[in-house]
């Protein structure tokens, strides 16, 4: 039975594959060094967030669209014990999808969790002008679009289009939210 890494792992390889690239390819498209490519493809270890960011934005794909192959017309009800979860264990956060890319639906839910005093950032969006509401559920999160500054506790919510850099930071307290993203 594969790991979640090693599906993870052939996923990536098939999305470059569909595209045609070679590794030297998406190392120039998206930042990411083509060693590191090549050691995820071959679930050597999993990639961080910023690696998944860079690879999302090199091929306008979200996250979601990224992480989960291309389904066939959407179920209704998503169990949680199917809603895939990822961790980014180097940098304290989870990501789980609440609602998934499918079929004839344009968007997509994520409950993302990020613990105390750390910090993470993308380049560029994945998709140019994608549109995200972000809802605060616990604790405090320091969130930065382009160059606007915001500071969200439980309760709060956020609505953006993203085009440029963002960064997601937490202090003394770990953050949980939801992105709901259209």
């Given at each position: 039975m594969s790991t979640l890494n090693?599906?993870?792992a052939e996923r990536l390889k098939q999305?470059?594959?569909?595209?045609?690239?070679?590794?030297?390819?998406?190392?120039?498209?998206?930042?990411?060094?083509?060693?590191?490519?090549?050691?995820?493809?071959?679930?050597?270890?999993?990639?961080?967030?910023?690696?998944?960011?860079?690879?999302s934005t090199a091929y306008q794909m979200t996250i979601s669209q990224l992480l989960a192959p291309i389904e066939a017309p959407f179920a209704p009800r998503v169990p949680a014990a199917e809603q895939?979860?990822?961790?980014d264990t180097q940098n304290g956060f989870s990501r789980r999808v609440v609602s998934p890319p499918?079929?004839?639906?344009s968007a997509e839910v994520v409950q993302c969790e990020l613990a105390a005093y750390q910090m993470?950032?993308?380049a560029a969006p994945s998709v140019?002008?994608?549109?995200?509401?972000?809802?605060?559920?616990?604790g405090a999160l320091n969130v930065t679009i382009g160059d606007a500054e915001h500071r969200l506790e439980a309760g709060d919510c956020l609505r953006y289009q993203l085009f440029g850099a963002s960064k997601f930071q937490t202090g003394v307290d770990p953050a949980s939210y939801f992105i709901v993203l259209v």
């Open positions: 090693d599906r993870l999305v470059r594959a569909t595209r045609g690239w070679s590794l030297q390819e998406l190392a120039d498209a998206s930042g990411v060094s083509r060693s590191t490519l090549s050691r995820v493809e071959n679930a050597e270890v999993s990639p961080t967030a910023d690696t998944l960011g860079s690879l895939s979860v990822w961790r499918s079929g004839g639906l993470i950032s993308y140019p002008g994608h549109e995200h509401h972000l809802v605060m559920l616990s």
